[in-house]
């Protein structure tokens, strides 16, 4: 977040053609942040108050009903269906089930052919279907809502739906608002309405709308006429542009007079607007889009095994289709003879004597081809998809249901709100994150002031008059205020305040305080009262002051001047009120110049009681120290003394404005005046316009002080960023804050530590990026990259090779859980230097190396061809910190390392300025925190608190990339291996692709056989328990090594899998091969021995065995011989009766135990010589875990 944003803290998107200049074109379509909604003063929309008729003539817009839903009932079917059919999968299920239609390819049963792929479809479209008939429940209710509508000269009920562009609205008390109105008045009698935009950004603090004191008789008299010419609808909820022509006069309109659709009235009884936009053109439903999907890493790795398995499909179905030929041709003269091809029929029956469809041999070898793909068909594993989903599903409720994660302070708990992307957090190795707000608390207090040269609250003292009545002794009398929060405040600067208004110093003081108070937008609220105006009823009394503001940084300012005597009492649209040590003051605004990205300062133009005009301004100090007067040598001396004091205040971590003021002339307030009436008034660009207007007053200003505002770093946070060091992921930090700030905080989080190198890169031109990037390099030997998707390939090389001593000295190491905890901790030490040729030169003679770089020369940097040096020197640093950035400087950090490198990014903030950052990275995490909701809502995770991201990555992270990436191996394996038992009896049935196999259990193997153990387990279990995970940070430098799924594990899984498959085919056929069973009891035989196989190797890899588990391995496998049963007993079917002849013999039983241990036996003895001689970090964990729960439990016994 910008660190002077202490108006709103959502960017001004007024300002997006600047920001524009430093952005970089890759960019571009993926920013979040709006564009000027139109450029031609003449193309606006025209708005007749009251005369809704007239408004629409001319115009066609849309009425006030609103559709979020995708489907009707004619159009569901088809669009559901189009929209499943995205995926590839389901459109080759489609085409074999559409092949095995055919007469002459119809191996399966034609309607057992669609079953699988009908399962799917239907469960899909019922969650769909289920989804989108809440939608439209949701709409129905909210179109048929009622609101009160003028209509012949009475407010009277009128359907939301029904509401019109042009018609006026009356809204009471904490009712919603229906559409986007223009406000022209309320029951406060300063015009004052405040709203409630939860339901719009998630923000819960109040808002303050205000109506135009110019329609205040419009309301009274009940005179409804007027046009208003406002901009076309668009997306921008943060701006307004408009004008009122109303009794001769041009009325400037901007967001302060402007309610949106979603909206709640708070504390007045009741405002009256006139609609601009309705229904769909509505602010909120044009923002009313999803954040970009992501798809995981692992499942695009899925994609291209996926793509090997299909090449093994075609292999084996041209290995079956040229046999076929072969022996067709071999045998061509004899068909009239053998088993499988006849050309006449030899039965007594209908067919008799008649001929066979025999196509000739060429068509023959193309049907085998389709006929063997129909077969072999899952050996593209469609059941994966929907297991995936499932387990993603169950994961998802276990990390929201995490009390560890759960956040007391804000009563928040862990949010997915993306379930696609579960694993992907087992894999990262860069953070992207935004300070204030994420490291911080984003609480401000006021700690230390620069006053007329002077440095005051070096040594607070606790004054304990803002939680008691204020109440000033002698001249000092008048009402009495208490302040909601506790107050740091310094006795010398409180004793200079009460002296009488006279010198240099008091006057400067003075007008500090008096622009702590004035220059902002904060409302004062009473406690005991609903509205600001309460204050003049109560002046005497004794009541809380509550301050609403949608900035902390503001907030903490104006409490602050209150502390001080400098108390804000009322605020309207033409005036301020201010208790000045016990005397109010009101003080007339002349025009506000609200803070934005471009100035970095807010400025107020204020009359005084004497008829004198002066401008107000705070701002950053990179905007204000090149605005001051520079002749005076008096002042020059302040503002040295007053630099010093802002760079001490930001090595101290503390965050910093600069405050200024001066006398306007009689010539200088014309002159802005008709340029601020001028730009207020305008409908195109009218924000450069406004900033144009400012120049003029925010020049020569005279330097009155400087604040420093205190926001405190989150509990944990130096602790959660040093275990994410430990892990192997790089931590950067992308800020708005000034340099010094930054590195403060950066040394308070321990992501900067005193030995560092720091390379501050604070160019001011392209030449000066250029030369600074360059020298940076020389000096510390770094190369530069010419692989431009990178450099940062994984050395794959094992853990184990840096583990010092024998396995056995390891073991006697992890008894104890002191020493055991020490040498987990030295496992791998040199992992992650490994993992990444970068990590070589992460320092420069033993010293690592930090990047400190500035926003400006991002500029440079990312706009022209200096993006490669950036790249090489930010990677070879082990801190990055990017100091006063736009947003969109930070996407275009993030975007820099995932166009240039294949590691995963990761991106977490608080505010409306992270939103962009966050939906670029690969994983988007938002922080419930004091600025609302936005980045929440375009998040993929969500969290209270900075500190749970070590559980999030750690634990969850790991226990998702290792159950995911098993789930999509054994998924593989499972299908792969019951397709090649199918594969060898094809080849020893003449190549026929005649299944021994009924087709009932080729579609329940997936299905039914062995689906709840895969998904029971995918959610479920853990390899280390989260105790370890959290104590020994590296070991998720598994996931960076890609241990759980790789294309190495892949071809082993498939080696495995095709002995399996021999031996599933081999072991009964060689034990049968004298009997006289028939085709369909050894069918059947395969389909219980191929069942118990897969199901017991599972077992062998299952870390963690609970009750479920239990149930769902040994469960799955009764399932499978209930089902048989009930198969084998259906006499219509060809395999009638045949377990139960097979169930009596002991070599029917003694042939599955052979099946299982033979099939087994070369991946049980790999794995133990595996895990002997070349065991992993995890291994070992695990290991030192049993261990130490042995030397418990002897210890208890």
């Known amino acids: ?127 769909d279907g289920y989804e989108d008939w809440r939608r439209h429940r949701s709409d129905r209710n909210e179109n048929n809502r009622g609101a009160l509508v003028l209509q012949c000269g009475t407010f009277c009920m009128k359907k939301w739906k029904n509401i019109c562009v042009g018609e006026v609205v009356k809204i009471n008390a904490d009712e919603t608002i229906p559409c986007d109105m223009v406000l022209l008045g309320t029951s406060d009698s300063n015009g004052i309405a405040y709203i409630q935009t939860m339901n719009l950004d998630g923000e819960s603090n109040l808002k303050t709308r205000y109506a135009r004191e110019e329609t205040a008789s419009m309301v009274q008299e009940g005179n409804f006429t007027g046009l208003i010419r406002c901009e076309h609808p668009n997306r921008n909820i943060y701006e307004f542009r408009a004008n009122m022509e109303f009794n001769g006069q041009m009325i400037p309109l901007g967001q302060s007079n402007i309610i949106l659709r979603g909206c709640q009235l708070k504390n007045v009884e009741w405002i009256i607007g006139v609609v601009v936009y309705a229904g769909q053109e509505t602010k909120a439903m044009m923002n009313s889009t999803m954040s970009p999907s992501k798809m995981s890493r692992l499942e695009t790795y899925m994609n291209r095994e996926t793509l090997w398995l299909s090449v093994f499909l075609c292999v084996m179905c041209s290995v079956v289709a040229t046999g076929m030929g072969l022996w067709l041709e071999h045998h061509k003269h004899h068909l009239d003879t053998l088993p499988y091809y006849r050309r006449k029929y030899f039965t007594n029956g209908l067919n008799n004597n008649k001929d066979y469809k025999y196509y000739g041999i060429a068509m023959e070898v193309f049907f085998s081809f389709l006929s063997s793909i129909i077969v072999f068909q899952i050996m593209i594993p469609i059941s994966l998809y929907i297991t995936m989903e499932l387990v993603r599903l169950g994961q998802s409720y276990f990390m929201i249901e995490d009390r560890h994660m759960y956040d007391s302070s804000s009563n928040t708990r862990f949010q997915c709100r993306s379930l696609n992307i579960n694993e992907d957090l087992g894999q990262i190795r860069y953070i992207f994150s935004d300070k204030t707000g994420t490291l911080t608390e984003n609480k401000m207090e006021f700690r230390r002031a620069s006053l007329y040269g002077k440095d005051y609250g070096r040594f607070l003292h606790q004054s304990n008059h803002t939680t008691d009545e204020i109440n000033y002794e002698g001249e000092l009398e008048g009402p009495r205020q208490k302040l909601k929060s506790e107050i740091n405040t310094d006795s010398e600067l409180l004793a200079l305040l009460r002296r009488g208004i006279e010198g240099e110093e008091r006057i400067a003081a003075h007008d500090f305080f008096l622009t702590l108070a004035a220059c902002n937008t904060v409302i004062p609220m009473s406690k005991r009262s609903s509205s600001p105006s309460s204050f003049k009823k109560a002046a005497n009394e004794v009541g809380a002051i509550d301050y609403q503001g949608e900035s902390p940084d503001e907030q903490a300012l104006v409490i602050a001047a209150s502390a001080y005597g400098y108390t804000l009492l009322e605020r309207t649209t033409g005036h301020v009120v201010v208790n000045v040590n016990g005397k109010n003051m009101r003080l007339d605004v002349l025009g506000l110049h609200e803070f934005d990205s471009i100035r970095k300062r807010m400025s107020v133009v204020i009359r005084f009681p004497g008829n004198s005009v002066k401008v107000l301004v705070k701002g950053a100090d990179s905007s204000m120290l090149g605005i001051l007067d520079k002749e005076n040598d008096k002042a020059a001396k302040i503002r040295q003394a007053t630099e010093s004091h802002l760079t001490d205040y930001s090595s101290n971590g503390l965050r910093t404005l600069v405050i200024a003021a001066r006398n306007l002339t009689d010539v200088e307030f014309k002159e802005w005046q008709e340029k601020y009436e001028e730009a207020s008034i305008s409908l195109s660009e009218r924000s450069t316009k406004l900033r144009q207007a400012a120049a003029i007053v925010e020049r020569n200003l005279n330097l009155l002080g400087a604040t420093a505002i205190e926001d405190k770093l989150q509990d944990g946070v130096p602790e959660a960023i040093e275990s994410l060091r430990q892990a192997g992921i790089k931590v950067w930090v992308l800020t708005g804050d000034k340099q010094e700030t930054a590195i403060s905080i950066g040394l308070l989080c321990r992501l900067l530590t005193n030995d560092m190198h720091q390379i501050i890169i604070n160019g001011t031109s392209e030449g000066d990026c250029r030369r600074l990037l360059i020298d940076a390099k020389a000096k510390y030997r770094i190369k530069s990259v010419d692989n431009p998707k990178g450099v940062l390939k994984l050395n794959k090389k094992k853990s184990s090779n840096h583990i010092v001593g024998d396995f056995d000295a390891k073991k006697s190491s992890v008894l104890s859980p002191e020493i055991g905890k020490q040498n987990l901790r030295n496992v791998g030490a040199v992992e992650h230097e490994s993992n990444d040729c970068r990590d070589k030169i992460l320092s420069y003679d033993g010293i690592p190396l930090a990047l400190i770089i500035d926003g400006n020369s991002l500029v440079y940097i990312l706009e022209k061809d200096l993006e490669q040096e950036l790249f090489d020197l930010a990677t070879s640093c082990r801190v990055v910190i990017c100091c006063r950035v736009a947003p969109l400087q930070k996407a275009g950090i993030v975007d820099m390392i995932k166009n240039r490198t294949k590691d995963m990014t990761l991106a977490i903030g608080d505010g409306a300025n992270d939103v962009s950052m966050i939906q670029m990275a690969d994983v988007g995490v938002g922080i419930c925190g004091q600025e609302g909701r936005q980045a929440v809502m375009a998040s993929d995770f969500a969290m209270g608190q900075f500190r749970f991201l070590k559980r999030l990555l750690l634990v969850h992270g790991h226990w998702n990339y290792q159950r995911v990436g098993y789930l999509v191996l054994y998924n593989f394996y499972r299908n792969a291996v019951f397709v090649l038992m199918l594969f060898w009896y094809v080849l020893c049935a003449a190549f026929s692709t005649v299944s021994a196999v009924t087709d009932w259990s080729s579609v329940f193997y997936s299905v039914i056989y062995t689906s709840v153990p895969t998904i029971i387990v995918g959610i479920l279990d853990k390899d280390l328990s989260y105790k370890t995970l959290l104590n020994f940070p590296k070991l998720y430098g598994a996931g960076h090594r890609q241990e759980s799924y790789n294309l190495h594990l892949f071809w082993i899984t498939m080696l495995d899998t095709l002995w399996q498959s021999l031996v599933l085919f081999y072991v009964p056929l060689f034990t049968y091969r004298n009997s006289s069973i028939d085709i369909w009891s050894m069918g059947s035989l395969w389909t219980i021995s191929v069942v118990i196989l897969v199901n017991v190797h599972l077992a062998m890899d299952i870390k963690r065995w609970v009750l479920v588990t239990h149930i769902a391995t040994w469960g799955s496998i009764f399932i499978s011989y209930l089902c048989m049963v009930i198969l084998d007993s259906i006499p219509l079917f060809p395999n009638y009766w045949t377990i139960y002849h097979l169930a009596t013999s002991r070599t029917y039983w003694l042939t599955i135990l052979l099946t299982i241990i033979l099939g087994l036996l070369p991946r049980f003895l790999c794995k133990l010589i595996y895990q002997i001689f070349w065991p992993s970090d995890v291994q070992i964990a695990r290991e030192a875990e049993i261990l130490r729960k042995g030397i418990y439990l002897n210890k208890t016994l």
Do not use: C, W
Request: glycine share 4%.
């Open 1 to 127: 977040m910008e660190l002077e944003s202490f108006s709103s803290s959502l960017e001004n998107s007024a300002s997006t053609r600047e920001e524009n200049l430093s952005k970089p074109q890759h960019v571009h379509q993926r920013s979040v942040i709006l564009q000027e909604p139109y450029s031609d003063e003449g193309d606006s929309r025209l708005v007749y108050i009251n005369d809704p008729r007239r408004t629409n003539n001319k115009y066609d817009f849309t009425g006030n009903e609103i559709r979020t839903s995708k489907y009707t009932i004619i159009t569901f079917l088809p669009k559901n269906l189009f929209i499943q059919f995205h995926r590839l999968a389901y459109i080759y299920f489609l085409v074999i089930a559409g092949l095995n239609q055919l007469p002459p390819l119809a191996v399966f049963g034609r309607t057992v052919s669609l079953f699988p792929l009908l399962l799917v479809l239907f469960v899909t479209a019922i969650k």
